[in-house]
């Protein structure tokens, strides 16, 4: 029998529910199951790939090019769930789903409604996931916060799925928040209250993850018990943890919440592995070394925006037992006159420039760019970072002052940068974008071969632009080396500075498969780059 596990939360969003719905997952694959994660977004977005970094944080790309939300690469990270499309379930989906059934006549003309037919095919849309004959559990985390408008057909979804399911086959976890009060007391009555609220919807929780700042006692969540009708076992306190998101897992593990589960939902008790996440905490805690990474981009100020990239940074600091300190670098500073290009940069280990989109700060990730290459500083450059190494090659080692991208400029007299040819004149931007895995065959005797120690890898891709053909052969001369092209040759996959210390862009985004208990290679190379350079 197949097993469900719902991860909702109450009392207020930003509670870490992805956190702990990876978390859960990663402790059930460290007791041999096979799981599979899925996310619930009860916008009316389709999905992730048209919403602002600004509005959604980053946006997380699976092998099968889907655009979704930044929760999908936390299940990435802690789990070893496959991510594709089908992981991500939005509103949007649902109800053109059900829309295009109507008009295509397949409802026989009965009135659609949302019960039974938008919950329908939310049911199937779960089920779907974990439908392969090997899975055990499927892990469902609803978006949202229990009580919105937006949540209710999902959340009946999930009411009917469990009495369907029965409550020893589907159980359900509520994260909530346990705030402290001036005078440091913890108050238990929100989570009175997102309980009702769940209970309302005819959902009785089976765990309760409490969040706070600081452990909650014994006492405390025997009271939360009694008034919730949660057995205390599976009353878990999920108080801040000094170190890594990644010690949580241990911290659910040490109360017993992994145990507690399979009890729940009858699976026999097996061995939890935790070796491996045992390695990445202590690892983090006591570091032997340490780099200060710049990252110069865009959207600075907020944290999630680059998400992947921070943690796939982590995992470098992890795999070479070094403390990764971040700086965060606002590329608009690096611009005009006045800058003081030496004084920000000179403090830093190495330099990351990642992806982005538009021409805001365009400029001073050149400089970035430049400064590296010149003083033999790391340098790490991501889809647009591997873009900005194109264009100040072109500038500065050409001496072509108005080389850009025609994404910036578009009418440069030298696009380095550009359109493929048949999309050049494309009005409608929708579908032009190159998304998802695709090979990149690597060059013999470059730094990225090495790093790989492969010819042929695969990683995932997300933009529009790419490396000019027609200046390939002269920037090349130049000094800044085509190290890696796609199978049939006819695209720039990474571009490497030669007798550099560590100069490499890749169009790809290797932080998207970057993970803890595996950082992904050029990560642990590029961190190694920069202990290296700060001694
Ligand atoms: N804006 C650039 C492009 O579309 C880079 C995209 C990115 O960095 N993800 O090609």
Not at 491 to 502: D, F
Request: with cysteine; glycine share 10%.
């Amino acid at each position: 029998m197949k097993k469900l596990i719902f991860v909702t939360g109450g009392v207020c969003s930003s509670l870490g529910k992805g956190v702990a719905a990876s978390s859960i997952g990663a402790l059930m694959d460290a007791r041999g199951l096979s799981v599979r994660m899925v996310k619930i977004d009860p916008y009316l977005n389709v999905d992730a790939g048209t919403m602002s970094p600004y509005q959604h944080g980053e946006v997380y790309v699976t092998d099968d090019g889907a655009e979704t939300d930044l929760d999908l690469g936390n299940y990435g990270r802690f789990t070893n769930s496959p991510l594709s499309r089908a992981n991500s379930i939005t509103t949007g989906q649902v109800y053109r789903a059900v829309i295009d059934k109507e008009r295509e006549g397949r409802f026989l003309g009965r009135t659609v409604q949302v019960i039974p037919h938008v919950t329908d095919e939310i049911k199937s849309r779960i089920l779907a996931v974990g439908k392969d004959p090997e899975v055990d559990i499927t892990i469902v985390e609803v978006g949202g916060t229990v009580g919105d408008m937006e949540s209710i057909p999902f959340l009946e979804a999930a009411r009917q799925l469990i009495h369907e399911f029965g409550r020893q086959n589907a159980v359900s976890v509520h994260v909530t928040l346990v705030p402290t009060v001036s005078g440091g007391e913890l108050k238990t009555k929100p989570t009175q209250h997102a309980v009702k609220e769940l209970q309302e919807v005819g959902i009785q929780p089976d765990a309760l993850v409490l969040r706070a700042a600081e452990p909650i006692d014994e006492g405390l969540r025997r009271k939360i018990a009694g008034f919730t009708n949660v057995e205390f076992e599976g009353v878990i306190s999920a108080h801040d943890v000094p170190t890594t998101i990644y010690e949580i897992l241990l911290l659910f593990h040490e109360q017993g919440l992994d145990s507690f589960l399979l009890k729940k939902m009858n699976i026999e008790s097996r061995h939890a592995d935790l070796k491996a996440w045992r390695e990445v905490v202590r690892k983090f805690r006591e570091p032997r070394r340490r780099a200060r990474i710049g990252v110069v981009g865009k959207y600075m100020e907020l944290h999630d925006a680059y998400k992947s990239v921070w943690e796939a940074l982590y995992h470098g600091g992890i795999a070479n037992e070094a403390a990764v300190e971040l700086v965060k670098i606002d590329s608009s500073r690096l611009e005009g006159e006045s800058a003081d290009v030496d004084g920000v940069l000179g403090a830093v280990d190495g330099i990351l420039v990642p992806g982005g989109f538009g021409e805001r700060g365009v400029d001073g990730m050149v400089r970035a760019a430049r400064y590296a290459r010149e003083t033999g500083k790391p340098y790490f450059g991501i889809c647009l970072g591997m873009q900005i190494m194109v264009i100040e090659a072109a500038r500065n080692l050409l001496g072509w002052s108005d080389a850009h991208s025609t994404e910036f400029d578009r009418d440069t007299p030298h696009p380095v940068v550009g359109l493929l040819e048949d999309q050049v004149d494309v009005k409608n931007y929708g579908g032009t974008m190159r998304l998802g895995k695709s090979d990149s065959v690597l060059k013999e005797g470059t730094l990225i071969r090495r790093i790989y120690g492969a010819e042929r890898i695969s990683e995932r891709h997300r933009h529009r632009y790419e490396f000019a053909n027609a200046y390939r052969a002269e920037i090349e001369a130049a000094g800044l080396r085509v190290a890696a092209l796609t199978p049939d040759g006819g695209l720039v996959e990474a571009c490497e500075w030669p007798g550099h210390p560590w100069g490499l862009g890749v169009q790809f985004h290797p932080e998207f498969k970057s993970r803890p208990v595996a950082a992904a290679p050029l990560f642990a190379s590029f961190v190694a780059a920069c202990v290296e350079h700060g001694k």
